[in-house]
C-alpha cells in the first residue's frame, strides 16, 4: 500500500501516528515522478526536496499539510528553480523571486517534487504544444487519448498518484476540462480570491489559479490555505475568508440549481448524458430545486470567439517582454530589432505565433471597434446572462465537457454547437469570475468525465458542498490510474 494514495487527511494522519515520515513520502514520489511515462515534468526537485524535507519545521507538524508531497505547474514563479512555461524562449530561466501560493504551501510544510508540463505559455487545451511535446492521460496506458490542456502536468501526476494535489492556472477552462478526463476534483475559484502573484500571465482579465486533488475535502484544504489577500497582488482580493473546511455542515436541501438547456442539449454523447441526468436525479431527491433556464444561442455560440479575442489580445500585450533582450533566449545579431526576431522567431511554437498575430490584428487601432471591443461587449452580455441566472439559483449545473478525452489524432468539427458551445462553455465563469468546480461523474471505456458546478462570486462554499455531497453518493472519489489499470 501506497500512503500517496490516499487522501491528504489521511496522509496527514499517518505522520501524525508515526506510520509514515515526510522522508519517505518525498522519496517515493520523488521515484514515481522518476519513473513516470506521461511526459508531465518539467523538471523534478530531487535536490531541493530532500532539503526541505530535512529541515521541516517540527513545531508545525499539526499543519494538514506539512511534510506531504505536491507538484507546480511550471507557470508559477519558484526562486531558484526553473521555470519555463513549456517554452523554447524561456529554456534555463530561473526566477529570482516565488509564488505567493508556492510560498504559502512552504509555509504549511508542503514539499514541492516537481514542476509540471504545461501547453506553452498556458495556450492551449490539449496538452500538445509545450516544448517537451505531448503530455499523456494516465487512464490511457497506450497514450492515445489527451489529458487536455493547458494544466496537463498536474492533472497527470495527481490522477497518477504521484502526489495527492497539485496546483495549475485556468484561464478558459485549463484546469476544470483536464480534471474532467482524469477522474480529478478540479476547482477554479474566484477571481481574485487566490493571488496570483508570480503565476506568468497569459489574459490577466481571466486568469485564475486552481488546483486538483483526489476528492472534495482535500480540495476544500487547498483553497483554505491559499485563499486570502496578498498585498503583493494588486487585484487580489480583500473579502474576508470563508471556513471552507466545514463544507459537511452545509444544508443544501433547500438549494436551487440551474441547468442551462441550450448547453446541455448541444452535448451529443447519451453516455454523458444519463450519467449527468443520474447526478440531478441524486440532488432532486435529496429536496434540491432543479430549474431549466435558457441562454440566448447566439450568446452559447458566442462565448468561445470573444474568450479567444480577448485571451489572443492580452496574451500578446503580456508576452511582448518575451524578446530575447529582457527575457528569452539571446541571439546574437547586428541590431536589437534583429535580436528581437531571431528570438521570437525561434523561441515560439507556431500555434503561439498565430495568437499572437491574431491578437495584434484584433489591438490594431483601426481594428479595435470590429474586434476587441466588440468582444468585450459580447463578454458583458455573457456575463450579466450568468449572473442573471444565478440571481434565483445557487449554482449552474452542466457536463463539464461532451466527451471523454479526445484522441490525440482526433478530429473535431469546429462549426458545430458541441464544438463552440458544449467543449467550451466554462469560459463564460473566467470571463465573470464565479468559482467552478468540476467533479468525477461517470466513466465510457474506461475514461471518466465530470459534471460542473458554477457559483456566484466569492460562494466557494456553496460549489464545493453540492460537490461533496454528490462524491458521497457516487464511487469516484480517491480514483487512481495506475491502480485501475493494473
Given at each position: 500500500m501506497s500512503y500517496l494514495d490516499q487522501s491528504i487527511f489521511e496522509i496527514h494522519q499517518a505522520i501524525i501516528n508515526g506510520l509514515v515520515t515526510p522522508l519517505e513520502l518525498v522519496q517515493e514520489a520523488l521515484k514515481l515522478a522518476k519513473e513516470d511515462n506521461n511526459n508531465a515534468f518539467e523538471y523534478i526537485c530531487e535536490k531541493e526536496a530532500i532539503e526541505q524535507v530535512k529541515n521541516l519545521d517540527l513545531s508545525k507538524k499539526d499543519n494538514l499539510l506539512w511534510g506531504i508531497p505536491y507538484a507546480l505547474k511550471d507557470n508559477l514563479s519558484t526562486k531558484d528553480i526553473p521555470t519555463c512555461a513549456s517554452s523554447k524562449i524561456l529554456e534555463g530561466y530561473v526566477p529570482v523571486y516565488s509564488a505567493e501560493v508556492y510560498q504559502r504551501l512552504q509555509e504549511q510544510g508542503a514539499i514541492l517534487i516537481?514542476?509540471?508540463?504545461?501547453?506553452?505559455?498556458?495556450?492551449?487545451?490539449?496538452?500538445?504544444?509545450?516544448?517537451?511535446?505531448?503530455?499523456?492521460?494516465?487512464?490511457?496506458?497506450?497514450?492515445?487519448?489527451?489529458?487536455?490542456?493547458?494544466?496537463?502536468?498536474?492533472?497527470?501526476?495527481?490522477?497518477?498518484?504521484?502526489?495527492?494535489?497539485?496546483?495549475?492556472?485556468?484561464?478558459g477552462d485549463s484546469v476544470r476540462k483536464p480534471a474532467s478526463y482524469s477522474c480529478l476534483v478540479g476547482l477554479k475559484p474566484t477571481w481574485g480570491r487566490i493571488s496570483r502573484y508570480g503565476l506568468f500571465p497569459f489574459a490577466p482579465s481571466m486568469d485564475h489559479i486552481g488546483f486538483f486533488t483526489r476528492n472534495c475535502m482535500d480540495s476544500a484544504l487547498i483553497l483554505s490555505v491559499l485563499a486570502g489577500h496578498d498585498e503583493k497582488d494588486s487585484t487580489s482580493s480583500t473579502v474576508p475568508v470563508d471556513n471552507y473546511l466545514d463544507i459537511e455542515k452545509t444544508?443544501?436541501?433547500?438549494?436551487?440549481?440551474?441547468?442551462?438547456?441550450?448547453?446541455?442539449?448541444?452535448?451529443?454523447?447519451?453516455?454523458?448524458?444519463?450519467?449527468?441526468?443520474?447526478?440531478?436525479?441524486?440532488?432532486?431527491?435529496?429536496?434540491?430545486?432543479?430549474?431549466?433556464?435558457?441562454?440566448?444561442?447566439?450568446?452559447?455560440?458566442?462565448?468561445?470567439?470573444?474568450?479567444?479575442?480577448?485571451?489572443?489580445?492580452?496574451?500578446?500585450s503580456n508576452n511582448a517582454n518575451q524578446d530575447g533582450i529582457k527575457f528569452g533566449t539571446r541571439y546574437e545579431a547586428e541590431d536589437y530589432e534583429k535580436v528581437m526576431f531571431e528570438a521570437r522567431t525561434n523561441g515560439f511554437s507556431e500555434p503561439i505565433k498565430r495568437r499572437f498575430v491574431l491578437g495584434s490584428y484584433a489591438l490594431l487601432k483601426e481594428n479595435q471597434e470590429d474586434l476587441f471591443l466588440r468582444a468585450q461587449k459580447c463578454r458583458r452580455l455573457i456575463v450579466n446572462c450568468i449572473n442573471e441566472i444565478l440571481k434565483d439559483n445557487d449554482a449552474i449545473y452542466l457536463p463539464t465537457s461532451p466527451t471523454i478525452a479526445p484522441l490525440f489524432d482526433g478530429n473535431k468539427d469546429k462549426l458545430s454547437n458541441e464544438y463552440l458551445i458544449a467543449d467550451n462553455y466554462l469560459a463564460f465563469a473566467n470571463m465573470g469570475g464565479q468559482p467552478s468546480i468540476n467533479i468525477p461523474i461517470g466513466f465510457k471505456d474506461g475514461l471518466p468525465f465530470g459534471g460542473c458546478f458554477t457559483g456566484r462570486i466569492f460562494e466557494e462554499k456553496t460549489i464545493l458542498s453540492l460537490a461533496l455531497f454528490l462524491e458521497k453518493h457516487m464511487d469516484f472519489a480517491n480514483k487512481i490510474a495506475k491502480k485501475e489499470n493494473e
Open positions: 516537481g514542476k509540471t508540463t504545461l501547453d506553452e505559455l498556458s495556450m492551449g487545451g490539449s496538452g500538445t504544444t509545450g516544448h517537451l511535446g505531448k503530455t499523456y492521460n494516465p487512464w490511457d496506458p497506450k497514450h492515445k487519448h489527451q489529458i487536455g490542456g493547458s494544466s496537463c502536468g498536474s492533472a497527470a501526476v495527481c490522477s497518477a498518484g504521484i502526489v495527492p494535489f497539485a496546483l495549475g492556472s485556468d484561464t444544508d443544501i436541501s433547500k438549494m436551487r440549481i440551474a441547468v442551462i438547456d441550450e448547453i446541455f442539449d448541444s452535448v451529443q454523447d447519451k453516455t454523458i448524458k444519463d450519467a449527468f441526468i443520474k447526478t440531478l436525479n441524486i440532488l432532486s431527491d435529496l429536496g434540491l430545486e432543479i430549474n431549466h433556464v435558457h441562454m440566448d444561442d447566439k450568446l452559447c455560440r458566442a462565448i468561445y470567439p470573444t474568450y479567444f479575442v480577448i485571451s489572443c489580445a492580452e496574451a500578446n
